[in-house]
């Protein structure tokens, strides 16, 4: 549970230094090398759930192959047209194959730098620590969190006034054009009530002596340890290695603006 | 000893922006003295829930309007207080159990307060237990706090409170949506802290039984924000009796019992009785208990062993039911033993399982979805969630419009309905802006106005005066004369014990008593308990009095 453990705050931050890292880096080694790793750790020192782990970043396989195909498809003209190699009986230039690789690979390696995150950690526990560690301002990070519980609440909502409305004679919209005006429909009494809850919880929230001053005790108390600056050297060391090998064995490019 | 008051509020006057031409509060004066509980009362929209920002600091700070007098708690203006502060004396609890919750576990609300307050974390944890020690909810203590009951959460919501350790509480309707069982277990709760603790309280209620023995002062504002009595609240009740029932403010049952004898038998109550006992204790005759007429009418709905599982749960277990024409039904159960559930089932709104239903021998899957709607009106929780148009009279012909009738005929319709709804005049309102018992009137309207035979309704007396509550039951009365079956679901005995000829208990998903009134009237009372039903007033003035017979004569 190390990962899990970790202080949220600093967890986001390796996870966005990688991030960083990774999108001035331009070849298809360093971020599949990455991926391996990310996927070491999430699967065998966070131990996240396989299954759970393989949906959540299905969406991101999907768009990555995507990704890749419309780059060789559609790639610009190579510079060394002579360097090709052949694939089902059509000749592809290598150079658009690296380039469709890196691009793809960046995807799945952002995804995954964001799944671990995500899967490792409490959003209240987030929230909490980006309040301690990093100055997130009271008024805000209450309001989040008021407004993450909420979302439950609408979509129950949703349905009701859905059903209320079908019982009134409206019948199921079929078009695309019925739909969206169906929406519009549905859109003024749950905002009504969204506006009126919101207002009751903030009032509640008032009368509980919140001021949204950052002046407060914490009940659950986040601190910085050695643990987590050891996480965060971990994972840019590994990546910053991974560069260097990369450009040891020729591969490593900068990126240049390539979409 | 000269006693200071804890809350001191001197002439109050407050006003919106928006109506700067009447007073919301209109120069209150009032003291509530330590250990000293209040009540207040008035009918909907009198301002009680102003007041209530009012005590707690919220107004003048967050108010767009006007605001003068003065509130002093502990001899200190309440603008002198800091942001914030005003929590350490006075906590709240409000009516909507849903909303007032800003954390994800029950252990973080209460810390929530504790850490606005400033107290050290190491303290935290034993101040947690001990209050969720006295409102007897330990072993919630790492719950979710969506997976409580309203109860439980209102229980939580005094918890937070109580971990401040004001110096009083205000309560603004906090049994309001709740069911009775759940009340009576609130109040309790509550009776229960203040032996072991000191504070007093406010509460702000309009629906009183169960609170009597609680309050030491009552006072009452009118509608238009006037303190019109302050003092005890049996002589308020004999004083105004009459103001009470114009302005639709709630009276204890017994006493509305009592008034009704009064209107009816030429009799006057020297003293209004507030309790069953009292009432009991009158040589009054026993009413002769309407025996309805069983009506043997034919065959409206039938449903056949309805199975409806949700997530692999299953919520309605094999149901039969028939409903015949003409009926006046209340489904009755705890929260969450599928009531509404069924409801959904039987009117085509949810699809079971397993099982069917057959409205007039057709079965409901194979009715057009828009000759069903003109068969069975369903009325939701919230009116708002039916509302489409954006005027009073384009939403009752809504559905005349859908069935294309001329012009000429739906406008005679819907002045027709609307006369009976009691909203003639509103034609042109907004929906959204009708009060709530015009809104739940209307919607109402909106499900009779195709002469649907079958009208079920969940909770339609849910946050109601009772004003709207009476004008309500007598349109629905005169529906169900005129032939229309009627299906409430509801967790007011009284309305059960006044307007019923068929109840149904539901409990986890099965329907476990389908008789008479009468009938439930005599299940033993463990057995009730079970069902999370109370006995109405009526019947337990009743069972009171031929127990003192029987006593007398054995």
Redesign the interface.
């Known amino acids: 549970m190390y990962i899990h453990n970790l202080n949220p705050s600093i967890k986001a931050i390796t996870i966005i230094l990688s991030v960083l890292l990774l999108t001035v880096v331009f070849d298809p080694i360093t971020p599949l090398l990455f991926i391996i790793w990310i996927w070491i750790i999430t699967l065998f020192v966070a131990k996240v759930n396989i299954k759970k782990f393989l949906l959540f970043l299905s969406p991101f396989l999907i768009f990555a192959f995507g990704m890749f195909w419309s780059n060789l498809a559609f790639g610009n003209e190579p510079t060394n047209p002579t360097e090709v190699v052949s694939f089902w009986g059509n000749n592809i230039p290598i150079e658009n194959i690296n380039t469709a690789l890196a691009l793809s690979l960046r995807i799945l390696a952002f995804a995954s730098l964001s799944l671990l995150f995500l899967l490792t950690t409490n959003i ?1 526990h987030f929230i909490l620590s980006l309040m301690q560690q990093c100055k997130l301002p009271p008024k805000l990070a ?1 309001g989040i ?2 407004g993450y ?1 909420f979302l ?2 609408i979509k129950d ?1 949703l349905g ?2 859905r ?10 919209a079929k078009t695309l054009k019925e739909k969206m005006h169906q929406y519009k ?1 549905f859109i003024i ?1 749950l905002l ?2 969204a506006i009126r ?1 919101a207002e ?2 903030a ?9 949204g ?1 950052r ?7 986040f601190t910085v340890t050695t643990k987590d600056w050891l996480f965060l050297v971990m994972m840019l060391s590994v990546l910053i290695t991974l560069i260097i090998f990369a450009w040891q064995i020729g591969y490593f490019r900068w990126y240049t603006g390539e979409i | 000893m000269i006693q200071t008051a804890v809350i001191k509020v001197d002439q109050l006057t407050l006003f919106f922006e928006d109506y700067p031409e009447k007073p919301v509060l209109d120069a209150i004066n009032f003291e509530s003295m330590a250990k000293e509980n209040l009540l207040i009362l008035g009918p909907s929209g009198c301002g009680k829930s102003t007041l209530t ?1 009012c005590l ?3 107004y003048p700070r ?1 108010l767009d309007g006007k605001l003068t007098g003065d509130v002093f708690i502990n001899s200190k203006s309440i603008v002198e207080f800091a ?3 005003v ?2 004396t ?3 609890v ?1 009516q ?1 159990p ?7 576990t029950v ?2 609300e209460i ?11 190491s303290e ?1 944890g034993k101040m947690i237990d001990h209050v969720l020690e006295l409102v007897n909810m330990t072993p919630f203590k790492n719950r979710s ?2 997976t409580l009951s309203g109860g439980q959460k209102q229980k939580l ?1 005094l918890a ?2 109580l971990a ?1 350790e004001p110096d009083i509480l205000v309560l603004d309707e906090p049994t309001a949506n709740l069911d009775p069982v759940a009340t009576l277990e609130f109040i309790d709760t509550l009776d229960q802290l203040q032996q072991q603790k000191e504070f007093s309280f406010i509460i702000i209620e309009h629906q009183l039984d169960g609170w009597v023995s609680l309050i030491d002062r009552c006072m009452m504002l009118n509608n238009k924000g006037q303190l019109f009595y302050n003092g005890n609240l049996r002589d308020g009740i004999n004083a105004h009796r009459h103001t009470l029932e114009q302005q639709g403010i709630w009276i204890p049952t017994p006493t509305r019992l009592a008034l009704n004898i009064e209107h009816q038998s030429d009799y006057t109550f020297d003293h209004l009785p507030i309790t069953v006992d009292e009432l009991a204790a009158y040589p009054l005759p026993t009413p002769v208990s309407s025996t309805r007429i069983t009506k043997s009418n034919p065959l409206a709905l039938k449903a056949e062993k309805l199975t409806w599982t949700k997530k692999s749960t299953p919520i309605i277990n094999e149901v039969d039911l028939s409903l015949y024409e003409g009926e006046f039904i209340t489904i009755l159960g705890a929260n969450g033993s599928g009531k509404s559930s069924l409801s ?1 089932l039987i ?1 085509g ?2 699809k079971p399982t397993k099982g069917s239903t057959y409205l007039y021998e057709k079965k409901l899957n194979e009715w057009k ?2 000759d069903l ?2 068969k069975i ?2 009325v ?1 929780q ?1 009116p ?5 148009t954006d005027s009073v009279y384009d939403e009752v012909s ?2 005349l419009r ?1 069935r294309g009738l001329n012009e000429a005929d739906i406008k005679e319709r819907v002045s027709l309905i609307l006369h009976q709804c009691q909203l003639t005049g509103f034609e042109e309102s907004h929906p ?1 802006t009708l009060s709530q018992g015009q809104k739940r009137r209307l919607s109402v309207a ?2 009779i106005v195709d002469n649907q035979s079958l009208l079920i309704l969940d909770e339609p007396t849910f946050g109601q005066d009772a004003n709207s509550t009476k004008q309500l039951l007598s349109l629905l009365q005169e529906r169900n004369e005129t032939g229309t079956s009627i299906v409430m679901i509801t967790h007011d005995m009284e309305i059960v014990h006044q307007y019923a000829d068929r109840v149904i208990v539901m409990e986890d998903g099965k329907i476990v008593l389908d008789a008479s009134p009468t009938a439930l009237w005599e299940v033993p009372s463990e057995q009730l308990l079970n069902w999370q039903l109370e006995l109405p007033v009526q019947v337990k003035l009743d069972q009171r009095k031929q127990k003192d017979v029987s006593y007398v004569y054995s």
Do not use: W
């Open positions: 209240l209450y969190l008021a519980r439950p609440m909502e009701l006034i059903s209320a409305h079908r019982v009134r004679g409206i019948n199921r429909r009494p009504a009530s809850k009751r919880t009032i509640a929230m008032e009368s509980k002596g919140f001021t001053s002046d407060r005790t914490f009940y659950r108390q | 920002h707690n600091g919220l967050e942001h914030g502060e929590s350490h006075v906590g709240v409000f909507d849903e909303t007032q919750f800003c954390m994800f252990e973080d810390a929530f307060g504790l850490e606005n307050k400033g107290i050290l974390p935290m706090i969506t919501a937070c409170i401040m959904k009117a709104i949810e979805e828009r709607r003109t009106g369903y939701f919230n708002e969630h039916q509302f489409i809504l559905s859908i959204y909106t499900m």
